[in-house]
């Protein structure tokens, strides 16, 4: 019986999660980091640096120079490659990486010899790849939505937004018009990923399709019209969009070198955050997820097709079929990282001591979580602003207090703005990084008042990847592959008595946060 690997291309690093189905058991794992494996990309924390804080790129080469180097280091620590039976993988959403007319070619020709940076370089129409974390199309979202008005978020599934590809793509045409006009061929992150190892065209699945204002979620196809007005010709750039189950190719010779076998299947690669809904078990009605990444998501399965009345919220299509909400807050684990650098302290001190130190509303001491510019709410000049005593505002000293009041804020943050999805829910599964805090799991269990469980493996997107090529082209049933290797290891409770004094807080931090924003937005 075979094993199966999943790949997650993520903000800062590429991850390997090989899973043999039978045993139910996570054979390897295996990851390079951009910032210290990669550092002649300059892309440290994997984005290029900009004078603007609204432009974020990264180099697409940095991707396939990852993929090499991981393989690489897996083949070299003997991990079971020639036992793989297929490949999927999740990309970060909304990325965009422009090829021009060589690329399919050079891709049916890759040469083991060399390596697939150099091979791709002379095929870039454009060497840098805008990413999610980038906030500087808010013209071009205002052109689309006064063009097409609430049929966008009604048809696409949400709003012009920022960092979605559409809008991005329209940017780069209106500033670099024949370098767009070089351009053939217009790929995700994900799609780009799976072409690399297919050495052909991959499709786009309708999980991370969803994410650039061009899909029609209705007919699940591209939107003729908006394709049109985003940019000329956008129509023959894009790949075909396809289901999340369809096998995009199978795996090109050229990477027999790490000990793959050439030709198994490679399953159609998807969102990160379609992949962790599967990974975290939740691909079914009643569990929630947050996901402590590089950005911090909320999402959970939709089986009707709801868009968020504010518009911050977003519907993709979900891997098992039908959508899933999701919201998004950039200030993420950057966030956490920035105020942890801040006081000195380890992640030990950081997850725990920090809230067994502070009480749960921190005696009213709140803060606005803004470091780098956020999109849920739309915060274009980042802050971050203090209420409470005056030593606790001067931000001196105090490091449990901030350490508590940075993640009692994004996690109000996020219960405030997933209000739209209903109670569709009655559990919250916590993954990524961050999850390991008792501290911050605690806190999102009393903010939510909702049980709040762990699960075995916090990489769900590489998990996510590695149970869908399982499904996809080993044909074993999701829940077979959940009951294995997605159940719950750990349920703290909330505390009941915390819950007026979160509901308290919770509105403070609107009132906090409606002035305060505007003054920062002003
Ligand atoms: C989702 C989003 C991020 C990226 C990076 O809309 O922008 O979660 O997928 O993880």
Redesign the pocket.
């Known amino acids: 019986m075979s094993l199966y690997l999943g790949l997650d291309s993520?903000?800062q690093g590429l991850k390997a999660i090989i899973i043999d189905p039978v045993p139910g058991e996570i054979v390897y794992s295996e990851q390079v980091n951009y910032s210290q494996d990669l550092p002649e990309y300059n892309c440290p924390d994997g984005v290029l640096d900009n004078s603007d804080p609204l432009i974020k790129h990264a180099s697409p080469l940095m991707w396939a120079a990852a993929l090499d180097l991981l393989l690489e280091k897996m083949y070299q620590n003997g991990a079971p490659l020639s036992s793989i039976g297929a490949i999927s993988g999740s990309g970060?959403?909304?990325g965009s990486v422009y090829l021009n007319d060589k690329f399919t070619d050079m891709l049916a020709k890759l040469n083991p010899i060399e390596n697939l940076a150099t091979q791709i370089a002379p095929t870039l129409s454009r060497t840098t790849s805008p990413i999610?974390m980038d906030s500087s199309t808010s013209a071009e979202c205002e052109e689309l939505m006064e063009k097409f008005g609430k049929r966008v978020q009604l048809e696409t599934g949400s709003p012009a937004i920022e960092?979605f590809t559409g809008p991005q793509i329209s940017k780069f045409f209106k500033e670099q018009p024949e370098h767009y006009a070089a351009t053939a061929t217009i790929h995700l992150v994900s799609s780009f990923m799976a072409s690399l190892l297919c050495g052909a065209t991959a499709p786009i699945d309708y999980g991370d399709g969803a994410?650039m204002n061009l899909l029609n979620l209705k007919t699940r196809q591209w939107d003729d019209e908006i394709v049109e007005f985003t940019a000329p010709d956008l129509l023959n750039k894009l790949p075909p969009v396809v289901p999340s189950a369809t096998v995009a190719g199978q795996l090109h010779p050229y990477f027999a070198k790490y000990g793959l076998c050439s030709g198994i299947p490679i399953v159609s690669w998807s969102?990160?955050?379609p992949c962790s809904l599967t990974g975290s078990g939740a691909a079914k009605p009643g569990l929630a997820v947050i996901s402590f990444?590089?950005?911090d998501?909320f999402f959970a399965v939709m089986d009707e097709f709801k868009v968020d009345p504010q518009g911050y919220g977003?519907l993709f299509g979900n891997q098992a079929g039908g959508f899933m909400s999701?919201i998004?807050f950039k200030n993420g684990s950057l966030a956490r990282e920035k105020i942890k650098a801040d006081y000195g302290v380890d992640w030990d001190w950081f997850g725990n001591e920090a809230f067994e130190l502070t009480p749960p509303g921190n005696n009213g001491n709140m803060l606005l979580p803004y470091f780098v510019p956020e999109i849920t709410p739309l915060i274009l000049a980042p802050g971050v602003r203090r209420r409470g005593t005056e030593q606790f505002c001067s931000g001196s000293g105090r490091a449990a207090e901030n350490i508590r009041a940075v993640v009692e804020a994004q996690i109000m943050n996020i219960k405030l703005h997933s209000q739209w999805i209903g109670d569709k829910f009655n559990t919250i599964r916590v993954t990524g990084g961050a999850s390991q805090s008792r501290g911050l799991c605690q806190t999102v269990a009393d903010i939510f008042q909702t049980k709040v469980e762990k699960i075995l493996i916090p990489d769900s997107a590489a998990l996510g990847s590695a149970m869908w090529a399982a499904t996809a082209a080993g044909n074993i049933e999701l829940s077979e592959l959940n009951d294995k290797f997605t159940k719950a290891t750990e349920v703290i409770m909330p505390n009941i008595q915390t819950a007026s004094v979160y509901a308290t807080m919770t509105k403070q931090f609107v009132t906090f946060q409606f002035i305060s924003s505007a003054t920062l937005q002003a």
Do not use: F, K
Request: with cysteine; net charge neutral; glycine share 16%.
């Open positions: 993520s903000t970060q959403q909304h999610w960092r994410g969102g990160d955050n990444g590089t950005s998501t977003h999701l998004c």
